[in-house]
């Protein structure tokens, strides 16, 4: 089974502050681990996501295997990532592709 | 290009009666995916549909159902409605079905059920 946890349901940093959103997965084979955020009155949208390794509006992550980790960090906060994330996993297996999501945490960044 | 569209926006039902909604994918896309978001959790998968057929289910009981027609647009049916089917119902659409590929998701439909 794919589990996806996100401990901290609210967050909030002051800007040009260091962010870390944690995201712990459980799962027996090879994930895909993928973070999506929704602005506010907007859809929800792709972040970034492991396989393409990119730093997308200053935001990296990386997936820790033996932690089962893929926390998303930005080492100085802007007021404009104020916004909902969840971190989610898919498999890597043919017809298992599904998108298992956690539960979000809320980021807010004090001015 | 408007993206993902979902019908209704809102819909109000009451207990043990059915409902449909609608999505329309983002020009190009075949696949479309739907997810349950209640109150206070992430999305949740339903099911995926491509080429017209259902290729992956969540674990959602046989009253949800779907279907995907030529056009790749999609309903999603509920049927005997109960209190806890409340949630945001979400559409997402993408080429093909790889997890590879990246789905874009529509506004969404808020279903309440009394």
């Known amino acids: 089974a794919q589990r996806v946890t996100q401990p901290e349901k609210l967050l909030s940093v002051f800007k040009g502050a260091p962010v870390e959103l944690k995201c712990n997965y459980s799962y027996s084979g090879s994930p895909e681990l993928f973070w999506y955020v929704q602005y506010s009155r907007q859809r929800l949208q792709l972040l970034l996501r492991?396989?393409s390794r990119e730093s997308i509006k200053g935001f990296t992550a990386d997936l820790n295997k033996g932690e089962t980790s893929f926390h998303l960090k930005k080492p100085f906060a802007q007021e404009e990532d104020s916004a909902m994330y969840y971190c989610a996993l898919s498999a890597l297996t043919r017809g298992n592709e599904k998108l298992t999501f956690g539960t979000g945490t809320r980021l807010t960044i004090i001015p | 290009d408007a993206g993902v569209t979902q019908s209704p926006t809102h819909l109000i039902k009451t207990r043990g009666q059915q409902v449909t909604l609608r999505c329309s994918p983002k020009?190009?896309?075949?696949?479309v995916s739907w997810y349950q978001q209640a109150l206070g959790q992430g999305p949740q998968f339903i099911f995926q549909?491509?080429?017209?057929?259902e290729r992956q289910r969540g674990n959602f009981p046989d009253r949800f159902s779907g279907h995907q027609f030529p056009n790749y647009s999609s309903e999603l049916n509920v049927n005997a409605l109960l209190l806890g089917d409340s949630a945001l119902y979400l559409c997402?659409?993408?080429w093909g079905t790889g997890y590879s590929n990246e789905q874009f998701f529509g506004p969404g439909t808020r279903l309440t059920v009394l």
């Open positions: 549909y491509y080429e017209e057929e």
């Open positions: 020009s190009g896309h075949d696949t």
């Open positions: 492991h396989i």
């Open positions: 997402a659409s993408s």
